[in-house]
């Protein structure tokens, strides 16, 4: 436990609860301190992207070791930042799964080795678990603490590799409602922009080029799936290829901008139609939005028009993949008492819901 515990005879205030948190699922190495899952008093993100880039998406070989330079000094980094030492921390939280094995499995020996050697609690983390926890997140230096979602709240996960509608009831308690059949969301931003030409990753390539585009331009399908809570993209992806082809005889040269401000729209048409139609289905009392995805300005202002309150979208940095994440979904299972062994393994294919453990 941390030094800063209160020993006094009076009524006692809660003490303060740090965790470190480790991210390594793909291609960012990352180290946080959360005080009570909710406060950020440090988070570092080195990112692969620039080695990446050459290859248009991530290598898993080329992740790995990227990894094992970059944890230890990202930890250090992380705990200076904080201005604490290991002394100061109380348990240590590590994304487990679901993402790439040999990226994973180096975060996961670095907190085994941690915790070991610091005699530490140990916390495996869902990566989508902790994308959730994302809406709890605030600085340390906000005036005022973001207000934390209410229960039950309906949250949409739109990551490069996952798409989830999940209602949770309670922390912790995850009700998966649908999924994508095929593409993740982020998946497809990253493909049209390889079809449009767009560098790496996609989603804020295209982002940027849409800007300047006509979002109307291309009358793109949006694919419902009436009657079930998933989604499908890879339609959608074709019908942007189809376009691309047929705009290859455009004496102008491939309308660009057109076609991405199109294309997002679709994308975003169905993920805030059918994220408000489950949230009023199911009498959610908040709507959270998490994952790369989220990001998105397009997204999120669509959002924001159609849901003035109760929405929570993280800030820009704590969308896309961070430990500060990790470590505020660690803290709600370390104060339930739920600890890892030194033998805890990687689970690459981790279901959010196989996370749910009853207290
Ligand atoms: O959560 P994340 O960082 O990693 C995973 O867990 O997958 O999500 C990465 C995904 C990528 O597909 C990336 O293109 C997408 O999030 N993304 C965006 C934006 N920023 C990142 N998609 C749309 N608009 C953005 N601004
Ligand atoms: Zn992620």
């Not at 040269?253 to 057109?258: A, E, N, V």
Request: include cysteine; charged fraction near 15%; hydrophobic fraction near 45%.
């Amino acid at each position: 436990m941390s030094p800063t515990h209160h020993t006094s005879s009076q009524a006692e205030p809660l003490a303060t609860v740090r965790i470190l948190g480790i991210e390594t699922s793909c291609d960012e190495t990352a180290a946080a301190v959360v005080a009570d899952g909710r406060i950020i008093l440090s988070s570092v993100v080195a990112s692969q992207v620039e080695v990446h880039t050459r290859f248009g998406g991530v290598f898993p070989e080329v992740a790995s070791r990227q990894h094992i330079l970059a944890i230890y000094p990202i930890v250090e980094q992380a705990l200076q930042q904080a201005h604490l030492t290991l002394d100061d921390i109380d348990g240590v939280a590590v994304t487990r799964g679901p993402g790439l094995p040999g990226s994973l499995v180096v975060g996961l020996n670095a907190a085994k080795g941690l915790a070991l050697a610091n005699n530490l609690p140990l916390i495996g983390v869902n990566h989508l678990e902790g994308h959730i926890y994302s809406a709890w997140l605030y600085q340390d230096t906000d005036q005022k603490p973001a207000s934390a979602p209410e229960f039950p709240s309906l949250a949409l996960i739109v990551s490069g590799g996952h798409t989830e509608l999940i209602l949770m009831k309670d922390h912790l308690d995850y009700a998966r409602l649908g999924a994508t059949l095929d593409d993740a969301a982020g998946e497809a931003f990253d493909k049209v922009a390889r079809l449009l030409g767009l560098s790496y990753p996609g989603g804020p390539s295209i982002q940027n080029t849409a800007q300047g585009g006509n979002p109307l331009a291309f009358d793109f399908p949006r694919a419902w799936l009436e009657d079930t809570w998933n989604f499908s993209f890879s339609g959608l992806k074709t019908a942007v290829l189809r376009e691309v082809r047929k705009q290859e005889a455009n004496p102008r040269g491939l309308p660009t901008q057109d076609l991405a401000a199109s294309f997002q729209a679709a994308v975003v048409d169905v993920l805030v139609s059918k994220t408000m139609h489950a949230a009023k289905k199911f009498n959610a009392r908040s709507i959270l939005v998490a994952g790369g995805v989220s990001a998105n300005q397009a997204l999120r202002q669509s959002f924001a028009l159609r849901l003035p309150s109760n929405l929570h979208i993280p800030p820009l940095m704590y969308c896309t993949d961070n430990a500060a994440m990790i470590a505020a979904a660690g803290y709600q299972r370390f104060v339930r008492s739920q600890r890892d062994g030194l033998d805890m393994d990687i689970l690459p294919n981790w279901p959010l819901t196989e996370t749910t453990r009853p207290d």
